[in-house]
């Protein structure tokens, strides 16, 4: 996979240069001693109160450095990536934040960070320093396992000593709160594909139907292999797992955390998905969704809860420095606010049938929903390949709202179909098309025929798109068929259409639409735009022919 870096060896620290750089005003400063010291803490902090120090391997971020600044950790101590920091570089830090009030160490259960932090416990206790340290083991994807991991819930327990440490508490305090904050976190990780290291040869262990459940976060393989599958079965399994560790009776905070490179449209789905399972019944409390502690770029994501009580919600609660850190929110549902209605326009829109004009749109509907792949073939080539997917989507919508449509009245109707596509018809063309029919309807309403309405829609719908005849748009096979219609017809119409829409193949570039975006050569393509309109004017006049 590719990466953006300039050589292995320095990615972490001028990553870290980088936060430094764009935080601002953040009183954030670094240990000098690059590489093998990588220390982010606070420049404005006081040594009268507690010191929190946490870290760990680099590819986690925002953690740990994000997180350091006010309320939350006062240092964070940076490994190569998913290695332990040095036990020097931890006694750096710790030399560096801790006064007479003392240090906590936060620690996540993984071998090295045990070792690495505890030897370095050791060293400050001898040199004089007051130094505890707590491990957070949350993740429950492995329950037999006697050392479970510490994952994402870790953040919880940064957060919830730093707000202690920031309002004054002792470090015996802090510590007990941290310890039993840890002993109520439960975690638990899905990813849809592993991570890869930049500088590394990268070699995916997932199939193309695959994912993981209760993977850790440096791309260990996960407790159980699980068939890709909705959003909702997958977040119904782990929060089947998750609920088999929470007390039905208490409530909870949830931390949603992104593992790197789920899309943000992704994560929301999920957080709907979790907050829309039976585990929300105990969720008073939201953290993100967002990334918190990644795992490089791996597509998956973790749920967090900790049992709550007074002390914790107000810690979660409390506002803190780090611009990384997702403010908790209580669980709301969506609010709804009923949308206002054009004023007289129910009436004049009011259901009516035609069977003549009922034939008609339901034709025209049919026809360009079957050419949906053929449109899309053609966009493919000229676009990004949806054209008959957004032209059916429109035919459908029409279809399904046939009963409800004016249609003895021909310019309500026109105004009921603009107002459809707009709502059901996605990209340009249904915008153009609501344009195009809202226009119509309102040149009839004033009295005009219908081929003069609909070339006052053209007029318009140009006016706004901005495309024009040889632009290699549908407007190369409207123009010419709505003129054709006012003075000759719907067959010569169709036939104007049809002759449009071929010439838009001998034009080598698109000068609007999406497709003038790709500056590809299409001599030889038809416009899928100016072919849907040939199709419809084709629908129209055979039925004509067969009425």
Same mark, same amino acid.
């Given at each position: 996979?590719? %990466?953006?870096?300039?050589?292995?060896?320095?990615?972490?620290?001028?990553?870290?240069?980088?936060?430094?750089?764009?935080? &601002?005003? &953040?009183?954030?400063?670094?240990?000098?001693?690059?590489? $093998?010291?990588?220390?982010?803490?606070?420049?404005?902090?006081?040594k009268s109160k507690v010191a929190v120090v946490s870290g760990g391997g680099a590819g986690h971020e925002p953690s740990h450095a994000g997180f350091v600044g006010k309320g939350m950790l006062t240092a964070a101590v940076s490994g190569e990536i998913f290695a332990s920091p040095s036990v020097e570089a931890v006694l750096a830090a710790?030399?560096?934040?801790?006064?007479?009030?003392?240090?906590?160490?936060?620690?996540?259960?993984?071998?090295?960070?045990?070792?690495? @932090?505890?030897?370095?416990?050791?060293?400050?206790?001898? $040199?004089?320093?007051?130094?505890?340290?707590?491990?957070?083991?949350?993740?429950?994807?492995?329950?037999?396992?006697?050392?479970?991991?510490?994952?994402?819930?870790?953040?919880?327990?940064?957060?919830?000593?730093? %707000?202690?440490?920031?309002?004054?508490?002792?470090?015996?305090?802090?510590?007990?709160?941290?310890?039993?904050?840890?002993?109520?976190?439960?975690?638990?990780?899905?990813?849809?594909?592993?991570?890869?290291?930049?500088?590394?040869?990268?070699?995916?262990?997932?199939?193309?139907?695959?994912?993981?459940?209760?993977?850790?976060?440096?791309?260990?393989?996960?407790?159980?292999?699980?068939?890709?599958?909705?959003?909702?079965?997958?977040? #119904?399994?782990?929060? $089947?797992?998750?609920? $088999?560790?929470?007390?039905?009776?208490?409530?909870?905070?949830? /931390?949603?955390?992104?593992?790197?490179?789920?899309?943000?449209?992704?994560?929301?789905?999920?957080?709907?998905?979790?907050? *829309?399972?039976?585990?929300?019944?105990?969720?008073?409390?939201?953290?993100?969704?967002?990334?918190?502690?990644?795992?490089?770029?791996?597509?998956?994501?973790? /749920?967090?809860?900790?049992?709550?009580?007074?002390?914790?919600?107000?810690?979660?609660?409390?506002?803190?420095?780090? %611009?990384?850190?997702?403010?908790?929110?209580?669980?709301?549902?969506?609010?709804?606010?009923?949308?206002?209605?054009?004023?007289?326009?129910?009436?004049?829109?009011?259901?009516?049938?035609? *069977?003549?004009?009922?034939r008609l749109i339901a034709t025209v509907c049919e026809r360009l929903i079957s050419l949906e792949a053929t449109l899309n073939g053609l966009d493919a080539r000229a676009g990004d390949g949806d054209t008959g997917s957004t032209v059916a989507t429109g035919a459908r919508s029409i279809l399904e709202r046939l009963d409800t449509l004016? /249609?003895?009245?021909?310019?309500?109707?026109?105004?009921?179909?603009?107002?459809?596509?707009?709502?059901?018809?996605?990209?340009?063309? &249904?915008?153009?098309?609501?344009?195009? @029919?809202?226009?119509?309807?309102?040149?009839?309403?004033?009295?005009?025929?219908?081929?003069?309405?609909?070339?006052?829609? /053209?007029?318009?719908?140009? @006016?706004?798109?901005?495309?024009?005849?040889?632009?290699?748009?549908?407007?190369?096979?409207?123009?010419?068929?709505?003129?054709?219609?006012?003075?000759?017809?719907?067959?010569?119409?169709?036939?104007?259409?049809?002759?449009?829409?071929?010439?838009? #193949?001998?034009?080598?570039?698109?000068?609007?639409?999406?497709?003038?975006?790709?500056?590809?050569?299409?001599?030889?393509?038809?416009?899928?735009?100016?072919?849907?309109?040939?199709?419809?004017?084709?629908?129209? *006049?055979?039925?004509?022919?067969?009425?």
């Amino acid at each position: 996979m590719k %990466h953006f870096f300039n050589r292995r060896e320095t990615i972490v620290t001028e990553a870290l240069d980088g936060l430094l750089r764009t935080i &601002g005003s &953040g009183g954030l400063a670094r240990l000098d001693g690059y590489p $093998e010291i990588k220390v982010v803490l606070r420049a404005d902090w006081d040594k009268s109160k507690v010191a929190v120090v946490s870290g760990g391997g680099a590819g986690h971020e925002p953690s740990h450095a994000g997180f350091v600044g006010k309320g939350m950790l006062t240092a964070a101590v940076s490994g190569e990536i998913f290695a332990s920091p040095s036990v020097e570089a931890v006694l750096a830090a710790i030399r560096a934040v801790t006064g007479p009030a003392g240090c906590l160490l936060i620690v996540k259960n993984y071998t090295g960070d045990r070792l690495n @932090f505890g030897l370095a416990a050791e060293k400050a206790r001898a $040199e004089g320093f007051r130094v505890e340290m707590v491990i957070v083991g949350d993740d429950i994807a492995l329950p037999d396992i006697a050392q479970p991991r510490g994952v994402a819930g870790t953040l919880f327990v940064h957060k919830i000593s730093g %707000h202690l440490s920031e309002a004054g508490h002792d470090l015996a305090e802090i510590v007990a709160a941290a310890r039993a904050a840890a002993k109520d976190i439960v975690s638990l990780g899905m990813s849809l594909s592993s991570c890869s290291i930049p500088g590394q040869p990268h070699e995916d262990r997932f199939g193309d139907d695959d994912g993981e459940l209760g993977l850790g976060i440096h791309g260990e393989p996960g407790v159980e292999r699980i068939a890709v599958q909705s959003a909702d079965r997958l977040v #119904a399994v782990m929060a $089947e797992r998750l609920a $088999e560790r929470l007390d039905p009776k208490a409530t909870y905070a949830l /931390l949603i955390n992104n593992l790197g490179s789920v899309p943000p449209l992704e994560m929301s789905l999920v957080a709907n998905a979790v907050l *829309a399972s039976p585990l929300a019944k105990t969720v008073k409390l939201t953290i993100g969704p967002g990334p918190l502690m990644t795992a490089l770029n791996m597509n998956g994501f973790s /749920l967090s809860l900790i049992k709550l009580d007074a002390a914790r919600e107000a810690a979660l609660l409390a506002p803190v420095g780090p %611009h990384a850190w997702m403010p908790a929110k209580p669980v709301v549902a969506p609010a709804v606010v009923p949308m206002t209605k054009a004023a007289g326009r129910d009436a004049a829109r009011k259901a009516s049938q035609d *069977a003549g004009t009922r034939r008609l749109i339901a034709t025209v509907c049919e026809r360009l929903i079957s050419l949906e792949a053929t449109l899309n073939g053609l966009d493919a080539r000229a676009g990004d390949g949806d054209t008959g997917s957004t032209v059916a989507t429109g035919a459908r919508s029409i279809l399904e709202r046939l009963d409800t449509l004016p /249609l003895a009245g021909p310019a309500a109707t026109l105004g009921a179909m603009g107002d459809i596509l707009s709502a059901s018809m996605g990209g340009s063309s &249904g915008v153009l098309l609501s344009i195009f @029919f809202t226009a119509a309807a309102q040149t009839m309403d004033s009295g005009a025929k219908l081929s003069n309405g609909l070339l006052a829609g /053209l007029e318009r719908m140009t @006016f706004y798109g901005g495309a024009k005849p040889g632009d290699r748009t549908m407007v190369d096979a409207l123009e010419p068929a709505l003129k054709a219609l006012d003075g000759k017809g719907l067959e010569e119409a169709a036939i104007a259409a049809r002759r449009g829409a071929e010439a838009t #193949a001998a034009m080598e570039k698109a000068k609007a639409g999406r497709s003038a975006y790709i500056g590809a050569k299409l001599h030889g393509v038809v416009d899928p735009g100016a072919q849907a309109v040939a199709e419809v004017f084709a629908a129209a *006049a055979t039925l004509l022919v067969t009425a």
